[in-house]
């Protein structure tokens, strides 16, 4: 597993709470943020699981 898809996902989850407290608070500043946080970590996970197939491709 490569450490993109490790770290996409840890920002994928902060994303989640970020959004969750903004949504609770009614603080559209971090909800926007949490937002975009979560998809900067969809982004990074993508990334490490590209790199992941081609290090499986070049394996085989």
């Given at each position: 597993?490569?450490?993109d898809?490790?770290?996409?996902?840890?920002?994928?989850a902060?994303?989640?709470?970020?959004?969750a407290?903004?949504?609770?608070?009614?603080?559209?500043?971090?909800?926007?943020?949490?937002?975009?946080?979560?998809?900067?970590?969809?982004?990074?996970?993508?990334?490490?699981?590209?790199?992941?197939?081609?290090?499986?491709?070049?394996?085989?």
């Amino acid at each position: 597993m490569d450490k993109d898809r490790i770290a996409g996902a840890a920002k994928q989850a902060k994303g989640a709470v970020k959004d969750a407290a903004g949504k609770v608070t009614g603080d559209t500043k971090l909800q926007a943020e949490g937002k975009a946080d979560k998809a900067e970590g969809k982004v990074q996970s993508s990334v490490g699981g590209a790199k992941d197939a081609v290090r499986d491709a070049m394996d085989k």
